[in-house]
Nanobody, 122 residues
Framework: QVQLQESGPGLVKPSQTLSLTCAVS??????????WSWIRQPPGKGLEWMGHISYSGTTGYSPSLKSRTSISRDTSKNQFTLQLSSVTPEDTSVYYCASALYYSGSYYYGYWGQGTQVTVSS
């Protein structure tokens, strides 16, 4: 069974870069047709998809966050990383990593990390 585990600092200062890592076990991030996403949920709001990296290393980002977001991977460690620059208190959220299978034009989310709280505050 695939398991995902987020890690990173729980507190980030405004204007700094938030960096989170998702370690994947039980499956390879290079498995064909799988996409590895970052999704967040601000307090009292719904889920927001931030971006993903594919099994082949291509990336896609939410248009609203594209200028500040970078997702990369380390295949030797079977993990992928989120970097969000120039953070503000509005970026305070629970951040999740998740895997999705791309099939017939749609993404099917199957596995999620437990989520990690990140607070942006001075």
């Amino acid at each position: 069974q695939v398991q995902l585990q987020e890690s990173g600092p729980g507190l980030v200062k405004p204007s700094q870069t938030l960096s989170l890592t998702c370690a994947v076990s039980g499956g390879s991030i290079r498995t064909t047709y799988y996409y590895w996403s970052w999704i967040r949920q601000p307090p009292g709001k719904g889920l927001e998809w931030m971006g993903h990296i594919s099994y082949s290393g291509t990336t896609g980002y939410s248009p609203s966050l594209k200028s500040r977001t970078s997702i990369s991977r380390d295949t030797s460690k079977n993990q992928f990383t989120l970097q969000l620059s120039s953070v503000t208190p509005e970026d305070t959220s629970v951040y999740y990593c998740a895997s999705a299978l791309y099939y017939s034009g749609s993404y099917y989310y199957g596995y999620w990390g437990q989520g990690t709280q990140v607070t942006v505050s001075s």
